[in-house]
């Protein structure tokens, strides 16, 4: 293994191991406890009266399709393949390579365009069909776009972006806000072959030239600004502050989408979507890609280190997503379908653009959030547009929960039959509000297990033939092999009623296929920690009924409100403090956002303190991580310690800090390892005073 050795991506993989054994060590055993309700599948669904026929609608035809799809996934996945993508030129192999060496491909000698797949065949047969709604920020002002007028955009767009002098293979920015052009510059950058690596807008400056940087790109996309629940974004003014660090983008796209009219634009480099846009010819040849080409590239946070740049194939990908929709989702033609995910994260990506477009049916795009302007909104857009298929994240749920029922009932929803859930584990409790107010108990609930890296949902319910348990994202998608992994021996744990870290046993067509730039990031990340397997960095556990139960992550990445974080991101913004020593972040139980931000630091000796230096202390340092990574990464608490709990090597050891804040202090586990054992009891103070 040429690729091992004492660089970062070792020092990751071994900390990742460190890491799962860390969290599971500790864990108590789970004890007896009632059988787990089963829910049917809703009636309504079944009766051809009352809905469409789900695709699959007994139990045995998913499982004779899943063991099909390890018994021969050659033959499954080709035959999914050639029904669900249009092909510019057919593949006749189907999978090869490996985990190991890192080598997996996925139609090899195939070729295609995405932008085909989701507009072309679509505008072709059905150039009136609408495929996208745009729930705009303020309430009534949705638009429409048809298949034929998404096309004529798009290819206006790629021509533009010929022009600026981009060809197949290089990587363009988008900073956008989840409205229509952001996937028309999705899709633009696909029709000419080019990557995308979109944003999100709740990214700093400084992130946003992180990342511009590290994927080289020549051209930005954006805005004038965005606006949710009426604030104001100001993404045009982030853009340029980020550029004053990326001088090697040569021009910057901007869809006057508010109508400011002070926007600074830089003559040598910024041009107007509406000025120039209109100028380019409505057709542009697609340029057809081979199937392992990148379609994009997103950033997501990791264990260590800079974030990583997640690349996925586009017919792997692209076939992934189609699937899902398909069968997860049970999509049938008129199906209008709502995700409320943003377009800069991996759901908005896969189930706001990609997924439905593939299959030609109409993606709502909702740019506001749920409480704005009451907490009727996402139930008064279901009625609206009539919305078939509704897809959010338990946050959303549990902080609609609390408003009360009033809020959804006064909306008609019997346009809806499934209801997705994704992002965190979702409790009971808010599973059982979904079901029974939303869902009214006539609809499919799909609680679905998927990452950035995966492309897809992978561990999830089918509407029409799987029993759902609350909390249970129940059984593997097709093509997903499942394993259960003792942390410490990497030994496959069999059986029912196991728990351990979850991973995958063989390549599927979605999966990611390298990091950007850094491809023994991905093998020491991925595929390095249990040989053979793909680690996936959470915790799981298969019941009884063989029903997979996601306990969370295992390694350092949090989770707040389904936004992924790293603890080391965090902490490296809170170090660059001057006066601050060391920093330690942990993920604290929060009841509406999953996970919350809990900081802890000391300071460099002489540094005043007193409760208001330290108050004001606590302000810098928030503003300080709002600035370096983005406001959606604030710590919800810092608290300025004397000490931190640390190994006699001087390590942090971030498990005592976990335990002390989720007041589990009979579980601290060995603390004799402690270089200062008294450490804890004056932690233990402050975190009393002050959480
Ligand atoms: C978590 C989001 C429990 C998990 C699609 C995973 C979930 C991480 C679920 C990926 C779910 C996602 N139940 N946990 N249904 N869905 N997760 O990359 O910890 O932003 O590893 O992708 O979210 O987050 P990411």
Request: one cysteine or more; glycine letters at 8%; proline letters at 7%.
């Amino acid at each position: 293994h040429p690729h091992l050795g004492h660089g970062p991506a070792a020092v990751e993989k071994q900390h990742l191991a460190e890491q799962a054994i860390e969290k599971f060590a500790h864990t108590q055993p789970a004890g007896e406890s009632d059988p787990d309700p089963i829910h049917p599948v809703p009636a309504r669904l079944l009766d051809s009266a009352q809905a469409p026929t789900p695709h699959i609608t007994d139990l045995a035809e998913y499982q004779r399709m899943h063991q099909q799809s390890l018994a021969d996934p050659d033959t499954f996945w080709r035959n999914m393949a050639q029904d669900l993508l249009t092909w510019q030129r057919p593949f006749t192999q189907v999978c090869s390579g490996s985990f190991q060496d890192g080598d997996v491909s996925w139609f090899a000698d195939g070729e295609l365009n995405a932008s085909v797949n989701c507009l072309d065949r679509h505008a072709l047969r059905t150039p009136n069909k609408v495929a996208i709604i745009h729930e705009a920020d303020e309430p009534n002002q949705s638009r429409s776009y048809t298949y034929k007028e998404l096309q004529l955009e798009v290819c206006r767009v790629a021509n533009l972006l010929i022009s600026f002098g981009l060809r197949k293979g290089n990587t363009v920015a988008i900073y956008m806000p989840t409205i229509p052009q952001a996937a028309v510059a999705m899709l633009a950058c696909a029709r000419i072959g080019c990557i995308h690596s979109v944003v999100f807008a709740g990214f700093s400056a400084e992130s946003l030239a992180e990342r511009i940087l590290d994927a080289n790109c020549a051209v930005v996309i954006t805005t004038d600004q965005g606006r949710r629940g009426g604030r104001v974004v100001n993404t045009k003014t982030i853009v340029d502050s980020a550029l004053q660090r990326c001088p090697s983008v040569k021009r910057v796209l901007v869809f006057a989408h508010t109508g400011a009219t002070d926007i600074p634009m830089d003559p040598t480099r910024d041009v107007w979507w509406h000025e120039v846009v209109s100028r380019q010819r409505p057709y542009c040849a697609p340029v057809p890609v081979n199937a392992e080409d990148p379609l994009f590239l997103l950033y997501t946070s990791g264990s260590t280190g800079k974030p990583k740049g997640v690349v996925h194939s586009t017919a792997g990908y692209l076939l992934g997503v189609a699937s899902t929709v398909k069968y997860v989702f049970d999509a049938h033609p008129g199906d209008v379908f709502a995700c409320t995910a943003d377009v800069g994260w991996i759901t908005g990506h896969s189930y706001l653009v990609y997924g439905p477009l593939a299959l030609g049916i109409t993606t709502v795009f909702f740019e506001s959030i749920p409480t704005y302007p009451d907490a009727s909104r996402y139930w008064q857009m279901v009625q609206d547009h009539k919305v078939t298929q509704f897809y959010t994240a338990p946050t959303a749920i549990r902080a609609l929960r609390r408003l009360g029922d009033q809020w959804v009932n006064r909306c008609d929803l019997s346009s809806l039959r499934v209801i997705g859930s994704v992002g965190e584990p979702i409790n009971p409790e808010a599973w059982n509000w979904y079901n029974d107010v939303v869902g009214k108990g006539r609809c499919a609930v799909v609680d679905t297990y998927w990452q950035t890296e995966t492309g897809a949902n992978i561990i999830t319910p089918l509407p029409g033939c799987v029993r759902t348990k609350p909390g249970s994202a129940t059984v593997p998608f097709f093509g997903i092999d499942v394993a259960v992994l003792d942390p410490h021996t990497g030994e496959e744990l069999t059986g029912s009623d196991v728990t351990g870290v979850l991973a995958i046993k063989r390549p599927w067509p979605s999966m990611a296929r390298t990091i950007a730039g850094d491809h023994p990031r991905y093998l020491a990340t991925y595929m390095e920690p249990y040989p053979g397997y793909y680690f996936s960095g959470d915790g799981v556990t298969r019941d009884a009924d063989g029903y997979y139960w996601i306990r969370g992550r295992v390694d350092d990445v949090i989770n707040v409100s389904g936004h992924r974080l790293s603890t080391s991101e965090i902490e490296s913004a809170l170090v660059l403090y001057p006066v601050v020593a060391e920093a330690a972040v942990v993920g604290a139980h929060d009841e509406v956002t999953g996970q919350r931000i809990v900081a802890f630091v000391t300071l460099k000796p002489n540094t005043p303190s007193g409760v208001e230096a330290d108050a004001e202390l606590i302000k810098a340092l928030i503003l300080q991580v709002r600035q370096i990574i983005g406001p959606f990464a604030a710590p919800k608490a810092i608290l300025v310690v004397d000490e931190l709990p640390k190994t006699r090597s001087g390590k942090i050891i971030r498990r005592i800090l976990r335990k002390l804040v989720a007041n589990e202090f009979d579980t601290l586990g060995d603390i004799s390892t402690l270089n200062e054992p008294k450490v804890v009891m004056s932690l233990l103070q402050i975190i009393k005073e002050k959480l």
